[in-house]
């Protein structure tokens, strides 16, 4: 009686993993992980990419190691990254308050729409540097809490 008791709760647990593994974006899987706080509106989409170096950042995605695109709740949203590998890296986000799929900027070039950088990062007279948004990843878990400005 015990023994069949027992393999029902080991079953019970092998059938329940497989639904916590798919789960996207979640928290308890992720890697790196950027929490975003203080957003002025849940309107539009957060925008977040991780880059392996300073090629492209942070303004061209396209150079970006891996994007992600997230809905705001309740004026706050996460980017989480997946399976990445001991490095060092650096993540750009922006709110794309109006989800036309890019930053909108004044006529001088400077941001209209929220942006930020992991560490906190704050550029002078520019967006921040690559070596100051830059931070050491070691396995299994970064997290960071980053204000757009």
Same mark, same amino acid.
């Given at each position: 009686?015990?023994?069949?008791?027992? @393999?029902?709760?080991? /079953?019970?647990?092998?059938?329940?993993?497989?639904?916590? $593994? @798919? /789960?996207?974006?979640?928290?308890?899987?992720?890697?790196?992980?950027?929490?975003?706080?203080?957003?002025?509106?849940?309107?539009?989409?957060?925008?977040c990419?991780?880059?392996?170096?300073?090629?492209?950042?942070?303004?061209?995605? +396209?150079?970006?190691?891996?994007?992600? +695109?997230? !809905?705001?709740?309740?004026? +706050?949203?996460?980017?989480?990254?997946?399976?990445?590998? $001991?490095?060092?890296y650096?993540?750009?986000?922006w709110?794309?308050?109006?989800?036309?799929?890019?930053?909108? /900027?004044?006529?001088?070039?400077?941001?209209?729409?929220?942006?930020?950088?992991?560490?906190?990062?704050?550029?002078?007279?520019?967006?921040? +540097?690559?070596?100051?948004a830059?931070?050491?990843?070691?396995?299994?878990?970064? !997290?960071?809490?980053?204000?757009? !400005?």
């Open positions: 009686m015990k023994c069949k008791a027992i @393999l029902l709760l080991l /079953s019970a647990g092998f059938v329940a993993l497989p639904r916590q $593994a @798919l /789960s996207d974006n979640s928290e308890s899987s992720a890697r790196i992980v950027m929490h975003v706080d203080a957003l002025s509106t849940n309107r539009g989409s957060l925008h990419a991780l880059y392996a170096n300073e090629k492209g950042f942070p303004e061209e995605p +396209k150079y970006a190691l891996a994007q992600i +695109k997230v !809905q705001p709740r309740d004026k +706050k949203a996460t980017c989480a990254f997946h399976d990445v590998k $001991a490095g060092r650096a993540v750009a986000l709110h794309d308050v109006n989800n036309d799929g890019k930053v909108d /900027s004044n006529w001088l070039g400077i941001p209209t729409e929220p942006v930020g950088a992991s560490n906190n990062a704050k550029g002078r007279f520019g967006p921040p +540097k690559f070596a100051s830059s931070f050491e990843y070691r396995p299994p878990l970064l !997290q960071q809490t980053i204000r757009l !400005q």
